[in-house]
């Protein structure tokens, strides 16, 4: 089958590799039907995320159909002919942390978890095609997909519904939904969030679900700034304005309820503190350039909320945890709880309510993903969202 | 010995692809080989000391399930994969084989010394054993209704001392480590019905980065086998 392989920095390959087979009992095998490529694997593609091996496959949007499934996979939940979307994070359903629906945090999927724990004390789940710190599941930007736990994660999905449609249940939307979640939103709540990629764009109309009464969204994309005033916000192009000054002015100085970095470890920005962490970076002194978290530390009104989805992967310095401290601030994060929203947000699209299909800026076929991740890093050609197809091109059987 | 291998053998090939400070590096760890060998001998003279270890867990279980499954030793190998295989004896006796360092396999005689009835296991090997050991397991009441914390201790003698923990540590398979390890699989056991693995999934070339990064991540030692035995062929599938 064709698989996109990661092959070392800014080098991705699509090879042709062998079929994935069941491995353990609750195994399920899924054919893919549509596979994205996420904004955190931008991180994996510039090689800054420590513990990804050459030939790993990436991927951990997807959907489609299960063509096999394991002896001990509860068939009242799971059936081969079910259409499914597979949820980013791989959850056992036994543990503690599942029984309490945190189920990133899940104790039993990751595999490499003694390795996570010497950084972080504890291991978050097994995640698809990410490192192997996270396991080292081979990806969905496939043509096929081993599913560990296939009868926790995997949601049924109406015929009715385009892929398109429901295929980014399998992480931004919820993780945008979760975000805004995370903003503790109280009706008429002001939300600024730095990042209009996807995940910004979804948290930007989940937090007007939320019953945020305004949005602001910064970044520095025309394309983007763009969709998230489609989106209902008002917006702040960083490379036109002074964020910090913007914020004061447009809130009379009291700053926004809720700050949500949607952007994380690669941070753009201009000035002192951004070329410090970019040198720092660049000699792997770093892991993460933290300039949007700062940011939002610094805006953050007294007694409010930092929210980030961006992704963070190791020990960051010049965090101004004086502000932090002396201005009462809440900061909640985490890997997407999946399971909590697959379904809830599922409801949501089948009413009419949002389509998030509106993100998406190109399709192509599996063959075009180096090339794909290229203008996406790059943010060429309008790019904000691919999908890919894994079977464009290929002889019906 | 099969460190000096390796490292000739990476060292002729840095030399054949021209790269001296990978050449160089071997070479040092052909030096390191010899003096480790060195050291070996030294040891394997001195009086072997104990390594003892100890790991707990919270799991999502009963105590009854987690005491039955460990009290029937045929289990253990199960989630301690270094244990060849768990026979019972006479009372309260059993039979035990571990896949030892370089190919060698190592087995001792076993007997039950403290027993109760979903709180706690101990076991000790028979006196005249190879490898001598004790080790016990203690279930008690967990932080929630739903759940017990277990408590393994493990106690080894390695044959060699030093050296065998050397080699132990080489192989992924330093007391401290393989407790934890033994007892998460444990859990995970108990609470999903199989260990989580990648042992054997499908990936594209691997080349040198992929593989050494497969070694450093004791991916190699450490990743539980697939637990699905029935050895089914992959299929080409309908599209």
Redesign the interface.
């Known amino acids: 089958?064709k698989?996109v392989?990661?092959?070392?920095k800014e080098n991705m390959?699509v090879?042709e590799?062998?079929?994935?087979?069941?491995?353990?009992?609750?195994?399920a095998?899924v054919?893919v039907t549509a596979t994205c490529i996420c904004g955190s694997d931008l991180h994996l593609y510039d090689g800054l995320v420590p513990?990804?091996?050459?030939?790993?496959?990436l991927g951990h949007e997807f959907m489609g159909e299960v063509?096999?499934t394991?002896?001990?996979v509860d068939s009242g939940k799971l059936k081969t002919g079910d259409r499914v979307v597979v949820p980013f994070t791989?959850a056992?359903?036994?543990?503690?942390p599942c029984?309490e629906e945190l189920w990133s945090l899940c104790?039993?999927?990751?595999?490499?978890?003694?390795?996570v724990e010497k950084m972080m004390g504890h291991s978050p789940s097994?995640l698809f095609g990410y490192t192997?710190?996270m396991?080292?599941?081979?990806g969905g930007q496939?043509q096929?997909v081993?599913v560990?736990?296939a009868d926790v994660g995997p949601i049924k999905v109406p015929q009715s519904l385009r892929d398109d449609q429901v295929v980014f249940l399998s992480d931004i939307f919820p993780t945008g939904y979760m975000a805004a979640e995370n903003c503790n939103i109280q009706q008429g709540d002001t939300v600024a969030i730095w990042g209009c990629g996807p995940i910004g764009q979804f948290a930007i109309r989940s937090a007007f679900m939320l019953g945020a009464g305004r949005v602001i969204a910064i970044d520095h994309v025309p394309e983007r700034l763009q969709m998230a005033r489609e989106g209902g916000a008002e917006t702040l192009n960083f490379d036109d304005v002074n964020v910090l000054g913007a914020l004061r002015e447009m809130t009379g100085s009291k700053g926004p309820d809720a700050c949500m970095d949607a952007v994380g470890m690669e941070a753009s920005g201009h000035g002192i503190q951004y070329l410090y962490d970019r040198v720092k970076q660049m000699l792997r002194l770093t892991q993460d350039r933290i300039g949007v978290l700062r940011e939002c530390i610094q805006a953050c009104r007294k007694g409010g909320t930092v929210s980030i989805p961006g992704v963070y992967a190791g020990f960051d310095d010049k965090v101004p945890m004086g502000a932090f401290m002396n201005k009462s601030l809440t900061l909640r994060t985490g890997q997407t709880h999946m399971m909590r929203y697959m379904k809830p947000l599922l409801e949501r699209i089948e009413k009419g309510e949002i389509d998030p299909s509106f993100v998406i800026s190109h399709r192509l076929p599996i063959e075009k993903a180096p090339e794909a991740y290229r203008i996406f890093r790059e943010k060429e050609d309008h790019c904000t969202k691919v999908v890919l197809d894994p079977?464009a091109g290929?002889?019906?059987? | 010995m099969p460190l000096m291998l390796l490292a000739g053998a990476v060292g002729a090939y840095s030399i054949i692809r021209g790269k001296p400070k990978l050449a160089a590096t071997a070479a040092l760890g052909a030096v390191g080989a010899v003096a480790m060998r060195r050291s070996a001998e030294k040891a394997a003279t001195a009086q072997s000391k104990p390594n003892a270890a100890v790991a707990s867990f919270v799991i999502r279980c009963s105590r009854e399930r987690a005491y039955k499954l460990w009290r029937d030793f045929e289990n253990l190998p199960r989630f301690m994969p270094h244990l060849q295989s768990v026979t019972r004896g006479r009372e309260h006796q059993s039979h035990w084989t571990v896949a030892g360092p370089l190919g060698v396999h190592l087995s001792w005689n076993a007997a039950i010394v403290d027993d109760v009835q979903n709180e706690r296991i101990s076991w000790r090997s028979l006196p005249g054993s190879l490898v001598v050991n004790e080790g016990a397991i203690e279930f008690r009441p967990g932080p929630t209704e739903d759940s017990i914390v277990a408590t393994l201790r493990m106690q080894y003698f390695l044959p060699g001392g030093a050296v065998g923990k050397t080699f132990a540590t080489l192989l992924g398979r330093n007391p401290e480590f393989t407790v934890r390890e033994d007892l998460r699989r444990f859990k995970a056991f108990l609470e999903t019905g199989e260990i989580a693995t990648t042992a054997g999934q499908t990936h594209g070339p691997r080349g040198i980065h992929g593989h050494l990064q497969n070694i450093l991540l004791r991916e190699t030692s450490n990743m539980p086998k697939p637990q699905k035995t029935a050895n089914v062929q992959p299929i080409r599938r309908i599209a």
């Not at chain 1, 513990?51 to 496959?57: K, S, V």
């Not at chain 1, 056992?92 to 503690?96: A, L, Y």
């Open positions: 089958m698989a392989c990661w092959m070392g390959q090879h590799v062998p079929e994935p087979r069941i491995l353990n009992p609750r195994d095998i054919r513990t990804l091996a050459q030939g790993d496959i063509v096999e394991g002896p001990g791989i056992c359903g036994g543990c503690g029984h104790d039993n999927s990751n595999p490499n978890a003694w390795f097994g192997h710190m396991g080292g599941y081979a496939a096929y081993r560990p736990f079977w290929a002889a019906a059987a």
